[in-house]
């Protein structure tokens, strides 16, 4: 097979500017429908995805909307830090507020949007008239044909592009963000068996192991065919994105402790040499593959024939225009639904859990079903807790993986303390903190949310170098010491943790029930100072720390869900299926777009599996489209 190198070169709409700060310049509609504005600068704030927004709104002598500066340093670079100016921009250019928010963005695009009324109305201006004027006229209907259309252009769509591309075929990429990437940018590498690397390290780890493991954590859930399918080609994807300029190495230790006896469960995760100059070369210029990329454009119907073969989609362009593909095979790979709330609660029994992945709002999902296919085990992706979202210690733009908190008080969070549930009330193993998929799975239980209890004491040990080791399963922990009273009183003061002289103070506080938290402490207590938990196992080592001295604190700790896992029914070939199992022709599905590999939301512990599914999927998906394609030929 021809490998085509990937280009070096970053597409400008890849560059990853942490200030997404933009000054919008001065109109050229000359419409005075915000007469009424008073002229002058005015400031607003709102709170976006990772963090504040803020926006300067210039008004002119006639009243128009002369420019309008966004900062929006704490959103995702890529994502919501595109969006913002991009969405300010539309603002000034049409003198209107009738705006969309942006695709991929809607969290951030809200806060911008809402940022900017609240400083036009401060001006004086008619909200009701802004809100009523026409937007200039969208863009032309466009009409294209390709032999491959792939919708999505994460980890799963880039990999079924370069398969197609690869293979000579006419291929096409929308992508309804600014840039590519997705969810597999917060990933460091994917899970395979039987790789060369492997071997170089001494650990022959066999593929019918690996299937076999897989389905009994399971419980065999899964496909069997399609696991086995992945599990195959997993290693073969390794090699071939390393032909693709992508570099990958070999932990020499595991980053849960957990999995410390166990190096199935981390020997087989296969990390990024360098993690930037790898999302380089998966995702830049996927034009030099013999694509074309559409960036800003959206996903709206499948086409499907009187034959019901699928002959391609349409999609909504960044000008509001239409653009229709016609393609011999669709590829849908839009990841799953984590951007819908409403959806996410159903599926968790909680609007408690944060999310820290990408916005995708199923839209490939419901497409498909439209036409056929069906959601057959599409779940929100449990991985780890984290604190809960404050302006004082959440920074999505901080060097740690996927917004956490990046505060030296991660160490508590990290560390296997005193939790209880929201009564007040023990509920399990705190050492799980030592593993992502157990601790977010302990976190589901009592519907996503739980408080550290710790004392002043506790707080004053982990400024002189806490005696436990602090996971790294999860957050990446800042192992600064630092004045963790100071930290946590930091907390408690932006609303994401408690604090109380007594315990009956820290109940009244946080809403616990006092008795059950006495009672909680006291027995915990005990345990500690037998070195005994003979209520839920937890290793001696582990039980550090007495709550018994100084104030007492209770840190909001909330777990975190990933996006989706899961999705349509499909084949060991990704080619989607109807609800009676009859393949729908010409329509194939990858990564978290198609079902058949989780279950339940519990993450199978071994590390990487999300990514090493994306990519291994996507590959097999352009492949068996290839095949399709040149079937019909």
């Known amino acids: 097979m021809i490998r085509k190198k990937l280009s070096m070169l970053l597409a400008t709409t890849l560059v990853f500017a942490m200030s997404t700060s933009l000054f919008v310049g001065c109109s050229s509609n000359n419409n005075s429908s915000n007469s009424t504005a008073k002229a002058g600068k005015y400031t607003a704030t709102e709170k976006g995805f990772g963090g504040d927004v803020t926006v300067n709104v210039t008004i002119a002598e006639n009243g128009n909307i002369e420019s309008i500066d966004v900062t929006a340093d704490s959103e995702t670079p890529d994502i919501g830090g595109k969006a913002a100016p991009q969405l300010a921009e ?12 942006v695709s991929g963005a809607t969290v951030t695009s809200t806060a911008v949007l809402t940022a900017i009324t609240n400083a036009l109305t401060e001006a004086g201006a008619d909200i009701d008239a802004l809100k009523n004027a026409e937007t200039a ?24 592009a370069l398969a197609a591309a690869e293979a000579g075929l006419n291929v096409m990429v929308i992508e309804k963000t600014a840039s590519a990437g997705g969810n597999t940018k917060i990933s460091s590498g994917f899970f395979a068996v039987d790789t060369e690397l492997l071997k170089e390290d001494g650990h022959d780890l066999s593929v019918d192991k690996a299937v ?18 992945i599990v195959e ?7 071939w994105l390393q032909g693709y300029g992508v570099d990958f190495y070999i932990p020499e230790t595991t980053t849960q402790l957990a999995h410390e006896d166990d190096v199935y469960k981390w020997k087989t995760y296969h990390k990024y040499k360098d993690n930037a100059a790898a999302y380089e070369n998966m995702y830049a210029n996927l034009d030099t593959m013999g694509a074309d990329v559409r960036y800003n454009t959206s996903l709206e119907s499948i086409i499907k024939n009187d034959e019901g073969v699928v002959t391609g989609i349409t999609a909504t ?35 408690l859990f944060n999310s820290l992945g990408m916005p995708n709002a199923g839209e490939g999902i419901e497409a498909i079903e439209a036409v056929g296919g069906y959601d057959l085990d599409a779940t929100p992706l449990l991985h780890a807790c984290q604190f809960a979202a404050s302006e004082v210690k959440q920074d999505s733009a901080g060097e740690n993986l996927a917004g956490f908190s990046d505060t030296s008080l991660t160490q508590v969070l990290n560390t296997p303390l005193l939790w209880v549930d929201q009564t007040g009330s023990r509920f399990t193993n705190e050492d799980v903190v030592y593993d992502t998929a157990f601790w977010a799975n302990a976190a589901y239980t009592v519907g996503g949310k739980y408080y550290i209890i710790v004392d002043e004491a506790t707080l004053k040990s982990f400024s002189e170098g806490t005696k436990l080791t602090v996971s790294q399963a999860g957050p990446g922990a800042k192992m600064d010491l630092d004045d963790f009273v100071a930290l946590a009183d930091a907390s408690v003061e932006a609303g994401t943790a408690f604090k109380g002289a007594t315990l009956e103070e820290l109940a009244e506080a946080a809403g616990m029930d006092a008795e059950d938290l006495k009672a909680t402490v006291e027995r915990y207590n005990t345990m500690v100072k037998k070195g005994e938990d003979t209520d839920f196992g937890k290793a001696s080592e582990s039980l550090a720390y007495s709550v018994e001295s100084g104030n007492f604190y209770a840190l909001d700790v909330r777990g975190v869900f990933l996006g989706t896992i899961g999705g349509v029914k499909v084949d060991e070939n990704m080619q989607v299926m109807s609800n009676n199992y009859e393949f729908i022709p010409g329509l194939y599905a990858a990564g978290a777009t198609a079902g058949g590999y989780y279950t339940g939301v519990g993450y199978p512990p071994y590390e990487g599996l999300a990514s090493g599914f994306a990519y291994t999927s996507g590959r097999i998906a352009g492949m068996s489209a290839v095949d399709y394609v040149n079937s019909i030929k």
Request: aromatic residues 4%.
């Open 137 to 160: 006229k969208k863009g032309e209907n466009e009409e294209a044909t390709v032999d491959v259309v792939v919708v999505g252009a994460g980890g799963s769509g880039t990999a079924a």
């Open 317 to 351: 362009k960044a000008d509001g225009g239409t653009l229709t593909v016609n393609a011999k095979a669709t590829i849908i790979a839009t990841g799953g639904y984590g951007a819908d709330a409403e959806k996410t609660a159903k599926a968790l029994n909680s609007e």
């Open 90 to 101: 539309t603002i000034v250019t049409n003198q209107s507020l009738a705006v969309d928010t």
């Open 212 to 229: 076999q493991d897989l389905m009994e954590f399971n419980q065999y859930l899964s496909n069997g065919t399609i696991v086995r399918k």
């Open 233 to 239: 080609n997993a290693g073969d994807t390794v090699e």
